[in-house]
């Protein structure tokens, strides 16, 4: 089904497997995907700035959404107004973070796929405190304590993750960033690996940009 980001990913596969060469596999894993991670972080900043002027905008679009309740078309009118007057787009940050998506889906595919194009992905057949990489939780058997940690480690990044959101924010998706560990039972130990990292990046990304 994501066949299509077999080439991109193998690219990724040369350029983990040199540095895995000097550092480890999973030391490696977590190499490229900050380094991947500060490559976008132009696009994150720019996110966050969308974000900033939205939100210095949200009480008087608030007013206009009441004012304006009865009568849609004229309140999408004067909204739309609104921040155009100001130079602001409705969607400000959302193309950012959607221009990111391409690359993190790569990124998966690097640590989940057992092979590329016939090539074999050796990244998984290394391990980390002595569990394969490309171990599953329900097939770890002695290593389960490994993805154990992993869990706990991802539910504290959510925790933080779920603290960073606005406080208009509703709960069930404050509930969003806790998903991500449950996913630990289902995705190889890589791709845990690389969830791990990426998620602590843009909690610590999105406090540093909102200071």
């Known amino acids: 089904m994501f066949d299509f980001l077999d080439v991109p990913a193998h690219g990724a596969y040369d350029l983990v497997s040199l540095i895995a060469g000097a ?14 991670r500060l490559a976008l972080h132009p696009l994150a900043r720019s996110a966050i700035r969308g974000e900033k002027a939205r939100a210095a905008l949200a009480p008087q679009a608030a007013k206009l959404r009441e004012k304006h309740k009865k009568n849609p078309e004229r309140m999408q009118r004067e909204l739309l107004a609104l921040y155009q007057d100001n130079g602001v787009s409705m969607f400000a940050g959302c193309l950012p973070m959607l221009l990111q998506i391409p690359v993190f889906m790569v990124l998966y595919r690097l640590f989940t796929a057992g092979s590329f194009d016939g090539t074999p992905n050796n990244l998984l057949s290394d391990v980390l405190f002595g569990a394969p990489l490309g171990s599953h939780f329900f097939s770890s058997g002695s290593d389960v304590v490994v993805f154990l940690g992993l869990f706990a480690a991802l539910l504290v990044v959510g925790y933080f993750a779920s603290r960073a ?9 404050r509930l969003l960033p806790f998903g991500t560990s449950f996913a630990v039972a ?3 130990l890589a791709a ?3 969830l791990l990292t990426t998620t602590t990046w843009t909690v610590l990304e999105r406090a540093y940009l909102r200071r």
């Open 23 to 36: 550092t480890g596999t999973a030391a490696a894993i977590v190499l490229f995907t900050a380094a991947v």
């Open 165 to 173: 959101l606005p406080d208009e924010t509703p709960k069930f998706l």
């Open 186 to 188: 289902v995705i190889p």
């Open 192 to 194: 845990g690996l690389y």
